[in-house]
Every structure is written in C-alpha cells, then in structure tokens.
C-alpha cells in the first residue's frame, strides 16, 4: 500500500522548558479508535516502527538503537497519535499531548465519507456484537451504526454499550438480523448528541416537511410548511406535553355519492375527496373512488359489501361513513345505522360521517341526503347535453340528490316556431306527465314567457333561428349575436310555492321528480346545450 509521510514525521518532542522529551512513548491509532495501526521508517512500508515508538535523546522518533527515523502511514486512513511519559502504561493513562485525525501528507486518497471504520466485531446474537478495548465513547448510545455480514449491508442504532474486558454493544437494526457472518462495522459520523445539525431556538423550516416519528422542538420553532403523518399541520408548540395537531374543523373537500348506474337499488359510488375526521385531527384523503353495496356485510375495497352490521332494512335511514384502516391508513367506506358509526369494521378506528341514505318498503336505496355532512355551498355541473341536429325530446336525468336543480338552456335553436316545454318524470323516464295540473308557475311580465296560471302550463316562446328573452332574471352570457341563455328554475319535490324569484317555480308532484324532459311542441330543437347543476345552499 502507498505510503505518505506523517505531519508529525521528523519533529523534535519538547517540553514545557524546552528539553526533549526523552525516552518518551509515542502511540498511534486508527482516528477515532483505540486501534493501533504501525507506522514505518521508509516509504515502501518495509521497516515498522514500535508502537509506541521511544525517543531519543533528542525527542525524535528513532529506533532501538537510538537512531531517528521518518513516520510514515497507509494511505486513505487518518490516525491519531499520542504522547506519554515513559513510565505510562500501554495503553497510555496520562497521556501528556494527543493529535487527532491525521491524514498523510498529499493523501489524495482520502474521501469524507458518513460512516467510520471501526474495529473488527465479534459475533454475539442476532443483535449484539463485541470489540475489543473500551470503545463506550465512540460506540455510544443512539449512535447509527454500518454493519456488513452474510446477508449484505445492514443499518441500525445502538441501544446498549457496556465495557468489561470487552465492550457489548447492542443494536436495533433497520430491518432484518445479524448473523455469525458479521465481519465489519462502522459508527455514524455524527455522534448521537452534541452534533452539528442546527438545533435550538429560532430553527426555521420552510416547504414540506413529513415527520414519520416523534419530533423534538425547541423553543420559537417556525413550523412553517410541516405536515403531519396524515395531513395535518401542528397548532403550537406545547413543550413536554408534546405537539397538538388538528385538521380544518369539519373541513371537507370532494366526496360526492351518488347511486350506482349498473345496480342503482343497492350500490353507491363515493368520488375521490378529503375531509376532516370526526374527530379533526387527522386528514382523511381518498384518491380512488370506492362502490359499496349496502345489502352485503362490510368487505374492504371497491364493488365489495358495506353493512358494518345486520343486513339492509325496509324504510331506514343508513349514515354513510368514510373510514381509516389502523394499520396503513388506507380508507373505505360503509353503512350503520349509528351517526358516530359505533358499529364500525374491527381494525378501523378514524371515520367520517358524510351522507345519509335512506331505503323503501323494498329495502332498496331511496335517496342520498347531503345535509348530513358539513356545509357545502355552490352548484355543481351534474350533466351537459349538446344537440346539433334535430332532435324531438331532451330528456335530462336528475342523477344525486341535491337541495335544488337548475337547467340552463343556451343557444337554443328550433327547425320551427313553437312553445319549449318543460316536463317532468317521477318513474326514471317511462313517462313524462303531460297534464295541466302537473306545473305550478307564477305569473311573470315578459310577453316571450307565456306564463297561463289558468291551466298551470309553463312554456316558453321559440322562434325559428334564437329564442329571445328580455327578463334579465332569466338571462346570462349575452353575445353580439343575442343567442342568450335561459333558465329554468326548479325544485325536485316539495310543496309548489311562488317565493323563489321572478319567473321560477316548482314542479307540482307528490313524489320525487327523476327526469326532466324539454321539448318543442311545434317541431324539432336542432341546436341548443342544455346544463343541469344540482345546488347545495
């Protein structure tokens, strides 16, 4: 191995007056180590010193016979040397100077590297080794450590370090054991305490920040950014008692139910979102949707049954809860029949109540209530039908259950002069009423509304190319060209009443409306999209 010259090679060992130390030991180790490692007299490596080496008469390093000699060491490796009296003890228990992490003289070999050499181990278990000497102070506790043996490369930190005649050291590895294959070790660069990551008052941390385990802060801690295992932030600081975290109280974002198309009795599919627990302190994040049928027991994932207990009952009101796995956090969702879903699945304890559902005399699905969760507010686009050739009816399906539905009308074109009707369904659209009984509008003032109390019809005036409306109530996204939008205002059930605007009115049903259908009664609606939102207020 390639050798270079100590630092110390070749100096003269004074005392404090200024004579040589004479006869004095001169010990070297592996930096950081109590393992000696032998320099040589030449630089092949040939001739090795003592360790210790004595000193002359004039303090330099020489050999037995007196004569002073060059040190030089290994390359890649920095050492530790030692000054004692000549009387001390090997090793030296009143050292007089000591010089640390020496590297050799233009040792372009040496890289900074996170993990030491250390001594060689000692096969103990499966989580402990031993090392010759007292190594306590640099195999210290909460040290990470670098271990090779038969199975590769493990990590860990030790737990235990005990000095007899050998130092034992426990470890608590990442993953996996040690085995009697254990051949190598090396400690962490930085020391379990005292080290040099900031640490303290006025520690500021900006940007994301994930902390999977216990985090320990200071005093003034910005915690700009931090997030915690679950999406929450921390709301102070509250010393020995630990950090407080909470979540947006009742926050919820996304998650809109609504009855499955293929097995609309049964079946409800739950829409990607987030939303606070029950509890608000843990965020509750779904990024796949979930279908889960409520005549079959809870099964976790998607298509899979739902009831948290009993089975699906006639004409009951079910709370639809999103739940929290204790094990990986990953979320489901499911029926009970309790508000606080007391009879939640074994092994799931964070939930979320989000809609009611409630079923018929068959025991089928009935409807889904949004007002059991949080205040929501706004519409949301629900469906869009464009139409650019001639079509005779439009029928629109009121999909979900919301507090109200709009349908706007836009660009509407006609192949002939005729009156737009609005009619409705309460049988998922195998018939559509049609007598004069079944609308209830009030009377307006715009002679393109023709509003006719006396028989309860709502219609609206077409003509061949736009349909034109001068109440502003009914009017929005005005062009150059006057192709206007028209809307009609409805509510899906409920008691007829004339109090919700200029123009607007209610369907005049004793049951739930399923179906909209809008037609010309005097040809075809060749052109026109018509929007349907459902509105929460």
């Not at 037995?64 to 030089?72: E, F, I, L, Q």
């Not at 699945?345 to 068959?362: C, I, Q």
């Not at 195998?430 to 219609?459: C, H, M, Q």
Request: hydrophobic letters at 35%.
């Amino acid at each position: 191995m390639t050798q270079y010259v100590n630092p110390f090679s070749g100096r003269q060992f004074l005392d404090a007056n200024g004579d040589p130390y004479v006869g004095a030991k001169l010990f070297s180790y592996l930096a950081g180590t109590s393992t000696k490692t032998t320099l040589t007299k030449d630089q092949a490596g040939v001739s090795s010193h003592t360790n210790p080496i004595i000193l002359n008469a004039r303090g330099e390093p020489a050999d037995a016979g007196g004569v002073s000699y060059p040190m030089w060491q290994s390359g890649g490796i920095t050492v530790d040397l030692v000054l004692a009296p000549s009387t001390d003890s090997d090793p030296p228990l009143s050292a007089i100077s000591t010089w640390e992490d020496l590297a050799g003289i233009n040792d372009a070999t040496l890289t900074i590297d996170e993990w030491v050499a250390g001594p060689t181990p000692t096969f103990i278990s499966t989580t402990s080794f031993s090392l010759v000497g007292d190594q306590t102070s640099l195999f210290h506790v909460g040290r990470r450590l670098k271990l090779l043996d038969s199975g590769g490369t493990d990590y860990g930190v030790i737990t235990v370090s005990a000095y007899t005649s050998l130092t034992t050291i426990t470890v608590v590895l990442d993953s996996g054991a040690l085995d009697s294959g254990l051949s190598s070790v090396s400690y962490g660069l930085l020391a379990a305490t005292d080290h040099s990551i900031p640490t303290g008052a006025d520690l500021n941390w900006t940007g994301a920040h994930d902390f999977a385990g216990n985090v320990n802060l200071g005093a003034d801690v910005d915690l700009a950014g931090v997030e915690g295992n679950d999406g929450q932030v921390p709301s102070v600081n509250v010393g020995s008692s630990g950090m407080v975290w909470w979540a947006p109280r009742e926050y919820i974002n996304g998650l809109i139910a609504t009855i499955n198309t293929t097995d609309s009795d049964h079946d409800i599919d739950l829409g990607v979102g987030e939303c606070a627990d029950s509890t608000n302190t843990k965020i509750l994040k779904l990024t796949s949707g979930l279908t889960k049928q409520i005549d079959a027991t809870h099964a976790e994932g998607t298509d899979q049954g739902g009831m948290f207990t009993g089975t699906v009952a006639a004409d009951t009101t079910y709370y639809f809860h999103i739940i929290r796995k204790d094990s990986d956090g990953s979320l489901d969702a499911g029926y009970d029949t309790s508000a606080t879903a007391a009879n939640i699945p074994t092994g799931y304890t964070d939930y979320r109540k989000l809609h009611e559902v409630t079923t018929d005399a068959s025991a089928n699905i009935h409807h889904i209530n949004y007002g059991a969760v949080a205040t929501r507010t706004g519409r949301e686009v629900l469906s869009e039908t464009i139409i650019s050739s001639a079509t005779t009816n439009i029928d629109i399906s009121l999909v979900g259950n919301y507090e109200k539905y709009i349908i706007e009308y836009s660009r509407v074109r006609v192949s002939s002069d005729g009156i737009l009707w609005a009619r409705y369904s309460d049988d998922d659209a195998s018939t559509f009423k049609t007598g004069a009984s079944d609308y209830v509008i009030p009377a307006g003032t715009s002679s393109e509304i023709i509003l006719n109390p006396a028989t309860f019809t709502a219609t609206l005036s077409c003509y061949s190319g736009t349909i034109t409306i001068s109440n502003k109530d009914f009017v929005s996204g005005v062009t150059a060209s006057g192709l206007l939008s028209v809307v009609y205002s409805g509510y899906r059930a409920g008691t007829p009443s004339t109090a919700d605007g200029t123009n607007s009115g209610v369907f005049n049903v004793a049951s739930d409306v399923t179906d909209v259908r809008i037609k010309n009664s005097a040809g075809n609606i060749t052109n026109g999209i018509f929007t349907l939102y459902g509105l929460h207020r």
